[in-house]
């Protein structure tokens, strides 16, 4: 097993690892977005109403964050827009400490991840970059595996440092930590040098547009649903946790910590098993499957602590099928020249549901209950699955 596992990994690109690297360090002070929610309601004192608004304005800007990357990254290269990310992230993270209102705080949490989302087209050009197209989906997962390393290391130690110190050093970690991965890119990853583009008219330029790829679209959309429906996990379960099951921030922590660990230990040898020899987007459509499970668990047994175990168990499985192979899918689409905008699309389907999750999650929960919230998010599922199959069968007809 050891040995298929470490086999998973052989020929990845070493600036693919340096990469992974920045992002493990990057990721290991993610200590402020787990606890977000619990922070602005315990802390601060805002309404869960509220709450849901300024988690929408985090979304607001990622979505804003990640359209202008796109365009940013295929105007002046990927690399500088790593680095400029991460720097004014960083004092986006050091400046959210001072924020003690509804409206300071959701103005500076919008541009703090306004400029960290410009990161994401950039890094996955990077990839298409620094990787084979054969290993882009192993590439993603190395990339998946830094994060949730990292992240089974932040929330963990985030919730400790929460619960026996205090929420504001968790921002200031999550600043130094900006810093120091746009500091290992900058000494160790390299930029690599693009063919010269050659020029093209504007008939040509608009066919290579995203928004003029019908499938692609429809694609993005189901995505975005999918998205909707997993990042809950940042929102409304936290909440959920707290006040059904009574789970301190530690505790809550320590579970957000199972999900990273379990896609560390088996995404890798899944994806490496799967990847050639399945359709991208069936395997999409059993991680959907999977993670509107996850919600779903809840109305069958509310009142047993283990369901919260489960939940989590589900969801990461969902999340090792759904994120990397639907990743290699929106690749797949792209050219060189266009891959900047194509992978910013995917980026803001995220950040779509970024806006609408926390919103949604939190009026529907703070005025029909937890329960109403698990069934709507199981119909979202149901439709995404549908809406996966249509795009499947278009498929296998060409």
């Known amino acids: 097993m050891l040995r298929a596992y470490l086999h998973s990994f052989k020929g990845l690109s070493k600036d693919i690892w340096l990469l992974s690297l920045a992002l493990f360090i990057n990721r290991a002070g993610n200590m402020v ?25 985090y979304g607001l800007g990622a979505l804003s964050g990640s359209y202008f990357g796109g365009e940013l990254t295929d105007r002046f290269h990927f690399y500088p827009i790593l680095l400029f990310a991460l720097t004014m992230s960083s004092l986006g993270y050091f400046s959210l400490q001072y924020a003690t209102g509804f409206y300071s705080f959701g103005i500076i949490i919008f541009f703090t991840v306004f400029f960290a989302d410009l990161f994401r087209p950039a890094s996955m050009t990077a990839l298409g970059s620094y990787s084979r197209p054969e290993d882009y989906t192993r590439s993603v997962t190395l990339l998946r595996l830094a994060i949730n390393l990292g992240y089974s290391i932040g929330p963990a130690i985030g919730g400790w440092i929460a619960y026996h110190i205090g929420y504001i050093p968790l921002f200031w970690i999550d600043g130094l930590t900006c810093l120091s991965a746009a500091l290992a890119i900058r000494l160790f990853l390299h930029a690599k040098k693009v063919p010269k583009k050659e020029k093209k008219t504007k008939a040509t330029r608009l066919a290579e547009s995203p928004y003029r790829n019908r499938s692609y679209l429809i694609f993005i959309a189901m995505v975005s649903l999918m998205a909707l429906v997993f990042l809950q996990l940042f929102t409304t ?43 991208k987007i069936r395997m999409v459509q059993l991680g959907t499957l999977l993670i509107g499970l996850s919600y779903f668990v809840f109305l069958l047994t509310p009142n047993w602590i283990g369901v919260a175990v489960i939940n989590m168990i589900l969801l990461s499985f969902g999340e090792i099928f759904a994120m990397p192979f639907s990743n290699t899918y929106c690749m797949n689409q792209t050219t060189p020249e266009n891959r900047g905008k194509y992978m910013a699309l995917y980026s803001m389907a995220f950040s779509f549901a970024l806006i609408i999750s926390p919103v949604l999650g939190m009026q529907v929960s703070a005025r029909f209950g ?20 249509y795009i499947y069968r278009n498929q296998e007809r060409k």
């Open 33 to 57: 977005l787990p606890f977000l929610s619990v922070y602005l309601h315990n802390e601060i004192g805002l309404s869960l109403a509220d709450v849901g608004w300024i988690m929408s304005l």
């Open 237 to 279: 379960l936290p909440l959920y946790l707290k006040e059904h099951f009574k789970m301190n921030e530690d505790q809550i922590g320590l579970l957000l910590a199972l999900n990273a660990f379990l896609i560390v230990l088996t995404e890798m040898p899944i994806v490496h098993q799967f990847d050639a020899k399945n359709s």
């Open 370 to 389: 937890f329960s109403v919230l698990w069934m709507l998010l199981s119909g979202i599922t149901l439709g995404t699955l549908i809406g996966l199959s």
